[in-house]
């Protein structure tokens, strides 16, 4: 069983930064890949970025890449998303996922999501 609470979202101005939380209650973390996705209102729930269980590989939507980053702290059991030159676009649910496989991920696990809210 692997609990995930998020935490970090806000409302910004558009071009500025958060860095989402998620903190794992699971025995052996670091046998998790780890993953971000976000739901925009009316839209289908979709995939963000995702990290490998020591943290060495890493990758990314489309839309997201080069201006998020994600990492791990597996002394912590934490993930955290840092979201740079936010958009109108990144709105969303944004939520942690815990899964078995990094190259195919699929969540087992969910967070409660916490909200972002990007404004022009």
């Known amino acids: 069983q692997v609990q995930l609470v998020e935490s970090g979202g806000g409302s910004v101005q558009v071009g500025e930064s958060l860095t989402l939380s998620c903190t794992a209650s699971a025995r052996a973390f670091s046998s998790w890949a780890m993953a971000w996705f976000r739901q925009a209102p009316g839209k289908e729930r979709e995939f963000v970025a995702a990290i490998s269980y020591a943290g060495e590989r890493t990758k990314y939507a489309g839309s997201v890449k080069d201006r998020f980053s994600i990492s791990r702290d597996n002394a912590e059991n934490m993930v955290h998303l840092q979201m740079d030159n936010l958009l109108p676009e990144d709105t969303g649910v944004y939520y942690c996922?815990?899964?078995?496989?990094?190259?195919?991920?699929?969540?087992?696990?969910w967070g409660q999501g916490t909200q972002v809210t990007v404004s022009s």
């Open positions: 996922a815990a899964g078995p496989s990094y190259s195919s991920f699929t969540s087992d696990y």
